[in-house]
């Protein structure tokens, strides 16, 4: 069994990680699931969340929005709408992001649509909660 497994992150935009690494945890839609080598292969949708991997007691996180995965044994591949590295992400943006959705959810008009502003809320947090991490044990 390899000690390595090989983590793929692709957006439209991008490549955003191709990767030998320790370990992977992903926002699975049924809640989070972590990877190590050897694993057993599955199929999952992703929802908004943190990715994180470990390559060398180094963590690095992302933001994830949406997506599919595919694990096998030596590889997973994350297949996302966005996925954004700790440090690609504009905190100032994310602010200005999440107090806009937070005014249209505190707004009682028919005209809002509340899973919309809800989902921008919880994409807004995610993202300033994995810019907060950054790069971890160095």
């Keep these: 069994m390899a000690d390595k497994i090989l983590l ?7 490549q955003v990680v ?13 809640g989070y699931f972590g990877v190590l080598p050897g ?13 994180a991997y470990k390559t060398d ?5 992302l933001a994830l929005c949406w997506g599919y995965a595919e694990v ?17 992400i504009d905190i100032e943006r994310a602010e200005r ?7 249209r959810l505190r ?11 809800r989902i921008a809320l919880e994409r807004a947090l995610i993202r300033l909660q994995v810019a907060s991490k950054r790069v971890s044990g160095l």
């Design 72 to 88: 096998e044994p030596d590889r997973v591949v994350l297949l996302a709408e966005t996925a954004e590295p700790a440090e690609e």
């Design 107 to 117: 707004q009682k008009t028919e005209e809002l649509d509340f899973e919309r502003a």
């Design 39 to 51: 694993h057993t292969p599955f199929l999952t949708t992703l929802k908004i969340g943190e990715i």
């Design 8 to 14: 793929e992150i692709v957006s439209p935009e991008r």
């Design 57 to 61: 007691n180094i963590t690095r996180y």
């Design 18 to 30: 191709k990767e030998l690494v320790d370990e992977v945890t992903a926002p699975g839609i049924e």
């Design 97 to 103: 992001a999440r107090h806009r959705a937070e005014d």
